[in-house]
Nanobody, 115 residues
């Protein structure tokens, strides 16, 4: 079993920055990919960014160049640095980990971009 604990989020003005973190605990050896999804009110969950255990990254087009995902192998923590935030980035952000055919999810954290 893998547990994911998220930190970060909150309210920020357009153009601002936030950093989310997600620490994994439990059976870590099987994790292949960690990343982030988000869900805005009335919308479906969407992929944001991911990083493999080899530190290969992938981003949604909507955040490419503004967000950066990173992985601390020692702390088993994945980060999402979000820069140049836009109102349309407002959503609940969920950390995710993929281990084989199994997905694990964090508890979610609210990000609101508003003036």
């Amino acid at each position: 079993q893998i547990q994911l604990g998220q930190k970060g989020g909150g309210l920020v003005q357009p153009g601002g920055s936030l950093r989310l973190s997600c620490q994994a605990s439990g059976t870590m050896n099987n994790i292949d990919v960690m990343g982030w999804h988000r869900q805005a009110p009335g919308k479906e969950m969407e992929f944001v960014a991911a990083i493999t255990k080899a530190h290969v990254t992938n981003y949604a087009d909507s955040v490419q160049g503004r967000f950066a995902v990173s992985l601390d192998d020692i702390e088993n923590t994945v980060y999402l640095q979000m820069n140049y935030l836009k109102p349309e980035d407002s959503a609940v952000y969920f950390c995710a980990a993929m281990a084989g055919d199994d997905y694990y999810w964090g508890q979610g954290t609210q990000v609101t971009v508003s003036s």
